[in-house]
């Protein structure tokens, strides 16, 4: 990331991009945070957070705090948003962590554990109560000081999206597979498959075209509102691999001009928010897979237990392996098996 280009971008000005790109209308609150997320325009998470939870949190402080949450990509690359943050381009992201794996094998640990845990609601108490923000928080501050972890957490597990018919880990061997770089990838390739780095937004037109066979794309309802299912009408529903951790971070300058009263409303307003979020897209997902099942024209695979532990045995080699890759992934590694056997996962 080049510091010198973001900061010759000035304030008004990104004020003004971020303003054509948000979702919402203008809020009247005293201040608004300016929030890059990791979902498209398109997607039914950013729609419900805009339109259910947003208006709640000017409503919990009394009119003097609200955020603008804006779609991936729309002031600064996805990768770039801890350091638009640092030096105040962005008020903070809500994004996934997996995207800066690339600068520790740390975040690929903390931002998705491939095929370990079996629902979004596990991975919540992980962060909240299992010591994963104070994990994350810790990766900050080594490698991002002035960017204040609010909270982590997952709101679904991916449902993967095929042409072809997946319904089992023999069937993935040879399959053009779109994946983020990283753990997920180093998974689907140790399973025999060829993990192809692509933009979400490339996704729809890879499969379209056949570049891609498959893709570790996004939740049911996400995967339902982008068209994927028009092309890819094989889909893994629960999904087998990934349930991705995302992060809401703001810049610590920004945090200690909080109130004490705002700070506690603002985590209190995203654990509170993205438990919504969680419980709204289990009835969705669960509501368009039983509508897609009784129509017929997809069909709606369920992998037994049997394969997906076959699966969960693969990604487990590899969480192994990323955890040799620096101190801090072995530490978050470890973070992960202490909960996981706590909870009776492992």
Known sequence: MKFEMLKTLSRAGVVAVAALAAAGAASAADRVLKIQTSSNASHASLAYLNEEWVPKLEAMTGGSLTVELL??????????????????????????????????????????????????????????????????????????????????????????????????VADLAGLKIRSPEGLAADVFKRAGAAPVSMAGSETYGALEKGVIDAADNSAYANNDANGMHKIAKYPIFPGIHSTPILQFTVSEQVWEELTEAEQVALETWYL?????????????????????????????????????????????????????GSDLAKEVYDAHIAFMKEAGLL
């Open 71 to 168: 779609p991936i990509n729309a002031v600064v690359p996805r990768r770039e948003t801890p350091e638009a943050i640092g030096v105040g381009i962005l008020d903070g992201d809500l994004t996934s962590i997996n995207y800066f794996a690339g600068v520790d094998p740390a975040f690929a640990l903390m931002g998705d554990l491939i095929a370990g845990y079996d629902s979004a609601d596990q991975i919540q108490a992980f962060c909240a109560q299992g010591g994963g923000k104070e994990m994350l928080q810790k990766l900050y501050d080594t490698h991002f000081p002035g960017v204040h972890v609010v909270g982590c957490g997952a709101y679904a597990r991916e449902a993967f999206v095929s042409k072809v018919p997946v319904r089992g």
């Open 272 to 324: 509170a928010a993205y438990n919504g979020l969680r419980q709204h897209f289990e009835r969705l997902d669960r509501q368009l897979v039983a509508r897609d099942k009784a129509e017929g024209e997809i069909t709606v695979i369920d992998w037994p237990q049997e394969e997906r532990d076959k699966f969960r045995k693969i990604a487990q080699e590899a969480w192994e392996d990323f955890a040799a």
